[in-house]
């Protein structure tokens, strides 16, 4: 893999920069920001005439995407730079118009039910089950895809997350064949499986599966920068100039070649060394045995990476365990049962070594305590179409109430625990007994909960009917 952009970006040489951004090569930034980034600030420039411009690209840019993705294993790559959230937006609203029916899983990000918002689309969602051990939601099955495809005729897209946050995959082959059989295009959201093309023991990739638009967040598991992502095209079901087209309507004109240039030389990393360096951190992680259980569904393919484990059997909350761990060891992702570990290319022997001396002295100090008992969960359905679309609850005329009182209405907003940000209720979606006792119960383990109007969560917009 040749890396074009970033020789380009460090060719820049120009003694007067009398051109955006505003600091010009780190002249004018303030001193603290400049003695923090260097000479690193000389990079951040914009679309001069060599560097060419993400919004058309013809050269340079063009050069690094291509080359991104041969790395990755798709038709062609476009580099995102306002995270997989950009890329979720784009490959919606490329794919479907106002009105079609589209099948997406219930455990996607909030950025899909966004872009259910900018579309117009109307959903039906495909049940997940949830393990009332763990409390955490399992990948979607093939068998609730052939049926939602069965029941929905009309449909015309599958939108699914693969893996999950935990690292949880769905069975992405037989989906795939599944859904162009239907002649659909299959969408996914591989934000925590970026890594997966570079080493054998990583589940199978979903561009490999076949899907046809597949969004990964470079910066949640490679070397690159926050908010970094790449949007992956592959086979002729969708068009790429609608991608590129949506792709400018929901970017910056000014995307950071801070940003552009970390993205080309991960793939790099990737091509050059990214065997080895998996080989290397497996073979760490492997050693390991953990006094909590680990988050395993069996026949379930698993990212080895994603390291989840189960608080309940010494009767703690993943808050609580990620509090005890603190400051020294910070954590992805504490729920309610479990507490989740992202190891990634900055994983070192010592760093694994540190968290497991001290999982075992708490697990010591705990393991006495009475087992948090299983949740008692209500059946959920394979198929869930809302009274209304996400976009017709958002634009509609609404109204606050005491959350007790939006019993039975439809909620106006879209409200998600971060992390994960899967939405405990969806903008359309009726708010049922089980939604309000879930937004309280998330609300005392202390979630930090986003979307709603009222964070406190006292009062939920509703749509006014
Ligand atoms: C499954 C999933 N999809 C998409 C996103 C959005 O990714 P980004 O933060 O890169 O925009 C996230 C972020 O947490 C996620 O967990």
């Known amino acids: 893999m040749t890396i074009s952009l970033l020789a380009a970006l ?9 051109h955006v951004p505003g600091h010009q090569r780190g002249r004018g930034m303030e001193p603290l920001l400049r003695a923090l980034w260097g000479t690193a600030l000389a990079q951040d420039l914009s679309e001069l005439p060599a560097l060419d411009n993400l919004a058309q690209p013809t050269g340079v840019l063009r050069e690094a995407q291509a080359a991104v993705a041969a790395v990755a294993g798709s038709d062609r790559a476009w580099f ?4 997989a959230t950009g890329g979720l937006l784009a490959a919606l609203l490329a794919t479907l118009n106002p009105g079609d029916r589209v099948l997406v899983g219930r455990n996607v990000h909030r950025s899909v039910t966004a872009g259910l918002v900018l579309t117009g689309a109307k959903p039906v969602y495909l049940g997940v089950r949830v393990d009332p051990q763990w409390g955490l939601p399992l990948p979607v099955t093939k068998e609730v895809v052939a049926a939602g495809l069965a029941a929905y005729g009309d449909a015309k897209a599958v939108v699914l997350v693969s893996p999950t946050y935990e690292g949880l995959c769905s069975p992405l082959v037989e989906i795939a064949q599944c859904v162009h059989e239907h002649g659909l295009p299959l969408i996914v959201d591989e934000a925590h499986g ?5 080493h054998p023991a990583f589940p199978v ?3 490999a599966a076949g899907a046809d638009v597949v969004v990964q967040s470079w910066h949640k598991t490679l070397g690159t920068l926050t908010q970094t992502a790449v949007l992956h095209l592959q086979g002729e079901r969708i068009a790429p100039e609608r991608l590129s087209q949506a792709l400018n309507l929901v970017q910056t004109t000014s995307p950071s070649y801070w940003f552009l240039a970390a993205l080309e030389r991960a793939g790099y990393q990737m091509a050059q060394q990214g065997q080895e360096i998996y080989e290397r951190l497996l073979r760490w992680v492997n050693r390991y045995e953990w006094p909590l259980p680990r988050w395993q569904a069996p026949g379930i393919p698993q990212d080895p990476l994603r390291l989840t484990l189960g608080t309940w059997p010494i009767g703690l909350t993943g808050f609580e ?3 005890l761990l603190q400051p020294q060891i910070m954590a992805e992702f504490p729920s309610g049962r479990s507490l989740t570990f992202c190891l990634g290319l900055g994983t070192t022997q010592a760093m694994l070594e540190t968290l497991a001396d001290r999982l075992n002295t708490i697990y010591t100090e705990y393991r006495h305590h009475a087992p ?3 949740l008692s969960l209500p059946p959920s359905s394979n198929l ?4 209304c679309s996400p976009r017709d609850a958002y634009f509609c005329p609404q109204v606050s109430v005491p959350l007790k009182s939006a019993l039975n209405q439809i909620s106006a907003e879209t409200i998600s625990p971060y992390p994960p940000g899967i939405p405990t209720v969806i903008a359309g979606e009726r708010i049922t007994e089980s939604v309000i006792e879930n937004l309280q119960y998330l609300k005392e383990l202390g979630a930090e909960m986003v979307g709603a109007a009222d964070p406190t969560l006292q009062t939920l917009r509703v749509c006014k009917v």
């Open 384 to 387: 869930q179409e809302s009274p």
């Open 194 to 198: 970026s890594h997966f093309r570079y």
């Open 205 to 207: 990739t979903a561009l």
């Open 80 to 83: 995102l730079v306002n995270g």
């Open 10 to 18: 460090l060719r820049q040489n120009h003694a007067v920069p009398l």
């Open 321 to 323: 365990l990620d509090e």
């Open 372 to 374: 948090l008992a299983p």
